[in-house]
């Protein structure tokens, strides 16, 4: 269950995905505001203001629930039910499976509609009724934001004509001509055939997760500067940014930017306290992957993992864990758990399944750790596990609901 898929399913003739990854405000990490994979959810972040009504267009998972962290009202509405309760969970305020050409919402209803993906795979005329529907529900004065599928300046000029018969101020600008994923550097190779260097398409096909990581950081750092700066980019790229208003529509970039929310985050009364999959404090080392499926948020975990955080005392720790590695009954995952370098148990998984663990701390160790604590776990094997880019890594178990108990009673 916890390996990432891509459900597909047919819709009006497009292929549509539902991840399983999710962007929950809760589990973005702040250097990801750098990730060009994320850069068109920045673009909307920081171009609405706090506190605004927002609807999400083919919301997907939920991609702008990091909005939430600006006290942003949001909603969203996808044609597939699956996208709809998956953003639901995701944060958003309402989500509603309908179709895009007929806006289940009454006239003047948001101040903002986003597009992320999703307008430049319909047909131009399925485009020109929903540009109208967007239109409607917005308020007077209201912004839509999209980001449209764009493969050349005929279709750019095509769809600017298309908001600009029905809004009095648009505006866009290719942006991905130069900085991709490598995701989409290697679909661009693979599906459209876009001529890149023979060795460069090599070197991206051999990089590891975390070399990707690092690749799609660097590359997001780069569309920031460029985008800042106003740098102007080859009138060729995947997609195209589109800002359309009948109000002056101000800066193209950041003309509501604020990420002071992205650093910090105050604890939520539906959250428990001390789950340091939740807390913004908790350090996870680079032994652990990205985390995902929401409910529960998982971690997958190479051959080691480490957790450091801060409480003034520890008498247990309990956390969830499962493991989808081959052969289990024959070939146990043996693991082992330490707080502060001390082992304070080892165990082996033998079925697949969750397995709830609690582990209680000698008080010796409080008296030595003085509130600083690591936690640490060791498995024995790996196995190969698709990640999100499409690469294989190498991962034991998968970590969820860790939860630190400064009281014994009650476990």
Request: with cysteine.
């Amino acid at each position: 269950m916890l390996t990432p898929t891509k459900n597909s399913t047919t819709e009006g003739g497009v292929e549509r995905y539902v991840s399983d990854e999710l962007l929950d405000a809760r589990y973005f990490s702040a250097l990801n505001r750098f990730d060009i994979r994320f850069s068109r959810t920045m673009w909307v972040y920081d171009n609405v203001p706090a506190g605004s009504n927002v609807l999400h267009l083919a919301c997907g998972a939920g991609l702008l629930a990091l909005l939430k962290r600006k006290g942003i009202n949001l909603t969203g509405v996808d044609v597939l039910e699956e996208c709809a309760l998956a953003a639901r969970r995701n944060g958003y305020e309402a989500t509603i499976c309908n179709e895009l050409t007929q806006l289940p919402f009454g006239d003047a209803s948001f101040d903002y509609v986003a597009s992320l993906e999703g307008l430049g795979k319909i047909s131009d005329e399925q485009r020109q009724v929903l540009i109208a529907e967007i239109k409607r529900v917005l308020k007077p004065g209201g912004m839509t934001l999209c980001c449209i599928e764009c493969n050349d300046l005929g279709e750019e000029q095509r769809y600017l004509s298309q908001f600009q018969s029905v809004f009095q101020n648009v505006d866009s600008y290719q942006r991905y001509a130069l900085c991709l994923s490598t995701e989409d550097l290697l679909d661009q190779a693979d599906k459209n055939n876009q001529k890149f260097e023979v060795d460069f398409v090599e070197y991206l096909r051999g990089l590891s997760f975390r070399e990707r990581r690092a690749f799609d950081i660097a590359m997001g750092y780069v569309f920031g500067k460029v985008s800042d700066l106003g740098i102007q980019l080859p009138a060729s790229g995947i997609c195209i940014l589109l800002k359309a208003s009948d109000a002056p529509l101000g800066s193209f970039y950041n003309q509501h930017r604020d990420r002071r929310a992205l650093f910090s985050i105050s604890q939520s009364d539906t959250e428990p306290p001390l789950c340091l999959d939740r807390d913004p404090e908790v350090s996870f080392d680079d032994g652990w992957y990205e985390p995902q499926m929401l409910p529960p948020v998982a971690r997958w975990m190479g051959e080691r993992g480490r957790v450091r955080f801060r409480v003034p005392e520890l008498m247990a720790i309990s956390l969830d864990v499962m493991t989808t590695i081959p052969e289990l009954r024959t070939k146990p995952v043996e693991l082992d758990l330490f707080i502060n370098g001390v082992r304070l148990c080892a165990f082996s998984l033998v079925n697949y399944g969750w397995l709830e663990l609690q582990v209680g701390v000698p008080e010796a160790l409080n008296s030595e750790a003085h509130g600083e604590f690591e936690l640490e776990l060791r498995a024995n094997r790996t196995s190969e596990v698709q990640q999100s880019g499409g690469n294989d890594c190498p991962v034991s178990v998968a970590i969820c609901n860790i939860e630190v108990h400064q009281q014994v009673s009650g476990l």
